[in-house]
């Protein structure tokens, strides 16, 4: 797997998630399209940021198909440097870590456009195994929001890198 795929590494009984993408745009419209709610709600799902350290962020996902409260995301904001780096607690009902995991996204000037480095820690291995497939299919939707092109089918796209990886969603 390539850093653009992601990486699942596994320590003990916990797991991160690393992504690195090349986005052609500046590091302020990459920027405004993880941290502007009405741009989240486009590519991931309906968002409220309190955009400061300290501030909180909720968030329930488009996909998976499963009842909101479920999916629902809530989480303190841990880094806000804008436009540099987003981090944020990753609290949700249906994850079996017993702390909150950490999302976090840097921004970096890359050329003609933005690196992004895209982590989430703290998750058990499980959780990890069934997140991997489903952020990078959230990540082609960023890159596809950005690009003003048609999204992505998350679940599609989940189940082709799910196929690739040689995991299952079990909501299937």
């Known amino acids: 797997m390539t850093a653009r795929e992601g990486k699942l590494t596994v320590e003990g009984d916990r797991a991160a998630l690393n992504f690195e993408r090349h986005l052609p745009y500046p590091v302020e419209t990459v920027w405004a399209a993880i941290t502007d709610p009405a741009q989240r709600n486009q ?3 309906e ?5 400061r350290e300290g501030g909180t962020i909720e968030m329930i996902p488009h996909s998976p198909p499963i009842p909101p ?4 995301m809530t989480g303190r904001i841990r880094v806000w440097d804008p436009p540099r780096v987003f981090e944020h607690e990753w609290n949700q009902a249906v994850l079996s870590a017993p702390e909150a995991g950490v999302v976090r996204y840097e ?5 003609d456009g933005t690196l992004l480095r895209f982590s989430h820690r703290g998750l058990t291995v499980r959780d990890g195994q069934g997140f991997h497939p489903g952020t990078h299919a959230y990540l082609d939707r960023l890159e596809a929001h950005l690009a003003g092109n048609e999204l992505p089918d998350w679940g599609q796209r989940y189940q082709e890198v799910a196929a690739v990886l040689g995991q299952q969603w079990e909501g299937e």
């Open 43 to 45: 590519w991931m799902g």
């Open 47 to 51: 968002t409220t940021i309190d955009a």
């Open 69 to 72: 409260q479920q999916k629902k």
């Open 107 to 111: 921004l970096t000037p890359d050329g």
